[in-house]
């Protein structure tokens, strides 16, 4: 069994793409664990009250998907370790490498004011995954860049300190491992997108995700088939749908082929509503009782400093500081 680590950002509402791509494959392994990230969401503009309770809300997600029983769910502004290392890792990290994170150009893409936290934070997040000696960081698509840095820089800082990260893999999913949006399916799903019709919420009401999934964005023709390239809107609620009910892609494309893009997209509607209720409904339910919420996190804050803490001390020691 492969020890894992991997992270989500408090950044809003979370949102199917990060279901699909991520939550969906992170495993309560003993020993694995799962990190809302809250440092990361400073690195875009943000509002004190509603990171607050983005916090709590996603860690409710996390509980409700198990992931506090077996594995460890906690917060990681409440392990310092991980700021503390990422320093460190700033001071090996190049600036031509960071430089070439697709994520920062495309976040930081016709803003005037782009954070420095933003052209970083793949350093953060190579210390959040090299501080628990992890195999895996299961991760959507998006992220693959980054745990590949994350390779880069432990393998540099072994070659020069001596062997103390354990260098991770990425563990992508082979179908839905970018979830595109509904509005352009040339663009990923994203938390952050201030177009609502453009992404379904974990929080969303059965009403709103068939409305939203009835005007997605198809393609010209009526055929309903699998082909990325010439109709991206149709393959990505072939998609979408695929991993939710377990059904082959070309089984549903089969089913759907010749009646019209309407019956099709009431049939995506109804799987991703089947999916999303019982989720939407745990977490509703975990966040009338913050005390548990609170004891999850707590729990898991305790079991991720004692792995953080010598690992720190490790690094300190390699590099002269101790
Ligand atoms: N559209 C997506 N399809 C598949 N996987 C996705 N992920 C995100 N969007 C998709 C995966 O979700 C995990 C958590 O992501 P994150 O919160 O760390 O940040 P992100 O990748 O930047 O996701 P968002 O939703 O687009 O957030 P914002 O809007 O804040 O930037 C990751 O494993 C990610 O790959």
């Known amino acids: 069994m492969a020890k894992a680590f991997s992270g989500i950002q408090p950044t809003g509402q979370i949102q199917l793409g990060n279901y699909i791509g991520a939550l969906r494959n992170w495993r309560p392994d003993p020993g694995s664990y799962y990190c809302v990230v809250d440092l990361h969401s400073l690195s875009q503009t943000w509002e004190p009250a509603e990171l607050r309770a983005n916090i709590r809300s996603t860690a409710a997600l996390l509980q409700a998907l198990g992931l506090g029983e077996g594995s460890h769910v906690f917060v990681q502004s409440h392990v310092h370790e991980h700021a503390e290392l990422a320093w460190v890792l700033n001071c090996l990290g190049r600036m031509g490498e960071l430089s070439r994170m697709t994520q920062f150009k495309s976040k930081g893409r016709g803003k005037a004011d782009v954070s420095v936290g933003l052209f970083t934070y793949p350093l953060l997040m190579a210390s959040d995954i090299l501080l628990y000696s992890v195999q895996e960081v299961p991760v959507g698509e998006d992220q693959k860049q980054h745990v590949e840095l994350t390779r880069d820089i432990a ?70 088939a699998y082909d990325p390239a010439e109709k991206p809107g149709v393959s990505n609620l072939l998609e979408i749908a695929s991993t939710l009910c377990g059904e082959p892609i070309e089984a549903l494309a089969a089913r759907y082929r010749d009646q019209g893009y309407g019956a099709f997209k009431r049939g995506v509607a109804e799987i991703v509503v089947e999916a999303v209720r019982p989720l939407r409904e745990q977490v ?39």
């Open 284 to 322: 509703k339910e975990l966040l009338s009782d913050p005390a548990a919420i609170e004891r999850t996190l707590e729990e898991g804050r305790a079991a991720a400093e004692r792995e953080a803490r010598p690992m720190l001390d490790r690094v300190k020691q390699a590099v002269g500081l101790l």
């Open 155 to 224: 393998e540099r800082f072994n070659s020069r300190f001596g062997p103390v990260f354990t260098v991770p893999q990425p563990r992508i999913a082979e179908v839905g491992a970018r979830v595109m949006s509904l509005r352009n399916p040339a663009e990923k799903m994203s938390k952050s997108d201030p177009d609502p019709n453009s992404k379904i919420l974990l929080s969303d009401s059965d009403e709103a995700i068939q409305k939203k999934i009835m005007t997605a964005v198809t393609d010209s023709g009526r055929e309903v």
